[in-house]
């Protein structure tokens, strides 16, 4: 069956980072685009970053432009989110998504950005 592993949260100070790692297993994994979510405290989940099932294109919210990077691993089947310059308002649990032929999802990562 599908399953997606997040890894790489924790706590972090404003203006660090963290790479969080999403291991995907029971599906074609380099056939389908890759997505990260993130839900903050009392917020709906809600979309960071998109990459295609090669890694040739990808897509970023507006509020991460620029200090999020996705990137992916066909032959790892991991996908990866690189965020930098961190910043409070970034605290959420961090969800890997795959739509293959069914909407699928981990557990999430929580990352919490404090001094």
């Known amino acids: 069956q599908v399953q997606l592993v997040e890894s790489g949260g924790g706590l972090v100070q404003p203006g660090g980072s963290l790479r969080l790692s999403c291991a995907a297993s029971g599906f074609t994994f380099s056939s389908y685009a890759m997505r990260w979510y993130r839900q903050a405290p009392g917020k709906e989940r809600e979309l960071v970053a998109a990459?295609?099932?090669?890694?040739?294109?990808?897509n970023y919210a507006g509020f991460v432009k620029g200090r999020f990077t996705i990137s992916r691993d066909n032959a790892k089947n991991t996908v990866y989110l690189q965020m930098n310059s961190l910043k409070p308002e970034d605290t959420a649990v961090f969800y890997c998504?795959?739509?293959?032929?069914?909407?699928?999802w981990g557990l999430g990562t929580l990352v919490t950005v404090s001094s």
């Open positions: 998504n795959a739509n293959a032929k069914g909407d699928y």
């Open positions: 990459i295609s099932s090669a890694g040739t294109m990808r």
